[in-house]
């Protein structure tokens, strides 16, 4: 079966790191992807990690470990506008979205 | 580059009643998925196209949900008839190639049909 987690809320403060976690099951994984929905929005890409260790791009970085099927998406000088949901998939065989990470920005 | 286009945006209906739902993709994208995503969770995915062909509908309620990709370009999903709990917003993606599989790569999301049935 397939199955994912990530804490469903998470409070930073403007300007501060906040990493959000995720740890997955699934069959036939393939690497980790990272998705970002504001409000009313559609879920834009961030990152895809194929293999482990950390990518970076930008403020956002994303790590992989595959053998401890866990992953992390770390968002530094947090702005305002990071306010939003953030969703891990797996691309196993099949493409699942969890519940998601809401993620407020304290001024 | 235009991205994924949906139409309507926004679609009010009675219980029972049907309705569709058109999605054109980011020309040349081979990968087609149709989301549903209920207020305050994640997408869920109910069905894949790879070109004109179905990959995976095994979350598509099949008694009440219909998709078709037209010559593997445009698609449409239908409901009838609709019911209450069917009120969401339904997101179609694009990608290049399928998610699944090691390459990996970036699905392009419509900005949805919110649909509310009453």
């Known amino acids: 079966g397939q199955s994912l987690e990530q804490p469903s809320e998470v409070t930073a403060v403007e300007g501060a790191i906040v990493q959000i976690n995720c740890t997955y099951q699934t069959s036939g994984f393939y690497g980790l992807s990272w998705y970002q929905q504001h409000d009313g929005g559609a879920p834009t890409f961030l990152s895809y990690n194929a293999l482990d260790g950390l990518e970076e791009t930008g403020r956002f970085s994303s790590f992989l470990s595959r053998s401890d099927s866990y992953g992390y998406l770390l968002l530094q000088e947090l702005q305002m506008k990071d306010s939003a949901s953030y969703f891990c998939?797996?691309?196993?065989?099949?493409?699942?979205f969890g519940k998601g990470t809401r993620l407020h920005i304290l001024p | 580059e235009a991205g994924v286009a949906q139409s309507p945006r926004y679609k009010i209906i009675e219980k029972r009643q049907s309705v569709a739902f058109w999605c054109n993709p980011i020309?040349?994208?081979?990968?087609l998925y149709w989301y549903q995503q209920i207020l305050g969770q994640g997408p869920k995915l109910l069905i894949q196209f790879q070109n004109n062909g179905v990959v995976d509908d095994s979350q598509l309620p099949k008694d009440r949900f219909s998709a078709e990709r037209l010559k593997g370009v445009d698609s449409t999903l239908k409901i009838q008839p609709a019911k209450l709990e069917d009120s969401a917003v339904y997101l179609c993606?694009?990608?290049?190639?399928?998610?699944?599989?090691?390459?990996?790569?970036?699905?392009?999301f419509g900005q949805g049909t919110r649909l509310t049935v009453v």
């Open positions: 020309s040349g994208h081979a990968t």
């Open positions: 998939a797996p691309p196993g065989d099949k493409i699942i």
């Open positions: 993606a694009s990608s290049l190639v399928s998610m699944t599989g090691p390459r990996g790569t970036e699905a392009f």
